[in-house]
Structures are given as structure tokens and as C-alpha cells.
């Protein structure tokens, strides 16, 4: 069965400075992946994926995450973080073509300290 | 606007009682999936609904259960409410084709007591 695991709960980090979420998964076969960010009191808004091809993805709002299958992970990355950023962050994983089911890690916090 | 609405956005129900949340989705939606999110945790899949057919299913009891309409609304139920039914209830939708093309609701708290 897939799994996600976020290594890091909450990430403190300056405005302006870089900064990368960690995600790995575990999977026995190809997968999909994803990262979603969610502001407080709202759903979920897809921030980038990776279906196939390049293996490095990129979000309209500077971030970037990097598939890297020999390490199993797929972790998210800016390299100049704006108080705007703060927001919960889930990396998720679908192996699944058919029904799409996503399975998501338990999220990371991210704090922008001005 | 997200295009995928939610209702109600929070509920307080009694253990032991039945409640029915909605999702109502963009015209030509007719893939709807469902979430749970408790406290502190990622969303975790309850089932999927395509063309008003159930798709999938995760590992939820029979107690939680689906429906999906014409109109592209949706429903989920949960009957026996039980404290740790307590979370953030996700909808989320998409085009016949669009792979991985989600919109989220906002989601309806629920809170159980």
C-alpha cells in the first residue's frame, strides 16, 4: 500500500529566505505525485504535480519540487519564502490510474517570520 | 470562488446521531470524491462517485455512505456518529478527463459531542 510521510510537523523560516519541505513516500509501483497547500479555513489548492516527463515540476507562485525516484521523495521547494506562503502544505501520492484516490501525508506547517 | 460549494460550513451533532453533508460542483463535474481530515492530520479518502456510481472506496465502515445526482450535487452521510467522526469534511471534484484535476470545497467541520 502507498504511504507519505512529511518528516517535518511545523517549519519556522525568514521572510525571504529558502526553504524545503520534505516529503517521502512508499510505493511498490509507478505513482503520481502531488502537493497541495491549504490556508486557514479552506480547502485544498493544488500548488504542483508530477504525472510523467521532467522530473522537476514547477508552481506559478515560485515553488518547485523535484521527482527523484531512487530516494522515494519529492520534496517541495522556494527559494525566497513572502509572508503569504503561510499555510499548511500536504505532499500526496496516487497510484491508482483509475479512480484517482490520493493518499496524503500529514501536512507541514509553514511559518514565515517577517 | 472555487466553483465547488459546501453546506453547511460547520454542524454539531450528538453521538449516536445521522448526518448528511453536501457538495454542490461545477455543471460537467461528474467525478466527486470525499475526505476526511481530522485535527492535525491529512485528508484521508472515503469514496469516489462517478456518473452517480460509487469508484472506490477507502477504509471506511458502511456506516459512512454516498450519493451522487444528476445536477452534480453530492451527498455524504454518516449514520451512528461517533466522537472520532469529529473533522474537516473535504468534497472535491472534477472534469471527465481532466486527470487530477480536483477542485476542493471548503469543507464542512463537523463536530461531534
Known amino acids: 500500500a502507498q504511504s507519505v510521510t512529511q518528516l517535518d510537523s511545523q517549519v519556522p523560516v525568514f521572510e525571504e529566505a529558502p526553504v524545503e519541505l520534505r516529503c517521502n513516500y512508499s510505493?511498490?509501483?509507478?505513482?503520481?505525485l502531488f502537493w497541495y497547500v491549504q490556508y486557514p479555513n479552506q480547502g485544498l489548492q493544488l500548488l504542483l504535480k508530477?504525472?510523467?516527463?521532467?522530473?522537476l515540476v514547477e508552481s506559478i507562485n515560485g515553488f518547485e519540487a523535484e521527482f527523484n525516484k531512487s530516494q522515494t521523495s519529492f520534496h517541495l521547494r522556494k527559494p525566497s519564502v513572502h509572508i503569504s506562503d503561510t499555510a499548511e502544505y500536504f505532499c500526496?501520492?496516487?497510484?491508482?490510474?483509475?479512480?484517482?484516490?490520493?493518499?496524503f501525508g500529514t501536512g507541514t506547517r509553514l511559518t514565515i517570520i517577517p | 470562488e472555487t466553483g465547488v460549494t459546501q453546506s453547511p460550513t460547520h454542524l454539531i451533532k450528538t453521538r449516536g446521531q445521522q448526518v448528511t453533508l453536501r457538495c454542490s460542483s461545477q455543471s460537467g463535474h461528474n467525478t466527486v470524491s470525499w475526505y476526511q481530515q481530522a485535527l492535525g492530520q491529512g485528508p484521508q479518502f472515503i469514496f469516489q462517485?462517478?456518473?452517480?456510481?460509487?469508484?472506490g472506496r477507502g477504509n471506511f465502515p458502511p456506516r459512512f455512505s454516498g450519493l451522487q445526482f444528476p445536477n452534480y450535487s453530492s451527498e455524504l452521510n454518516v449514520n451512528a456518529l461517533e466522537l472520532d467522526d469529529s473533522a474537516l469534511y473535504l468534497c472535491?471534484?472534477?472534469?471527465?478527463?481532466?486527470?487530477?484535476?480536483?477542485?476542493f470545497g471548503s469543507g464542512t467541520r463537523l463536530t461531534v459531542v
Open positions: 510505493s511498490s509501483v509507478s505513482v503520481y
Open positions: 472535491a471534484s472534477s472534469f471527465p478527463g481532466q486527470l487530477y484535476g480536483y477542485t
Open positions: 462517485y462517478y456518473r452517480e456510481e460509487e469508484n
Open positions: 508530477y504525472l510523467s516527463g521532467s522530473t
Open positions: 500526496a501520492v496516487s497510484e491508482d490510474f483509475g479512480n484517482e484516490k490520493l493518499t
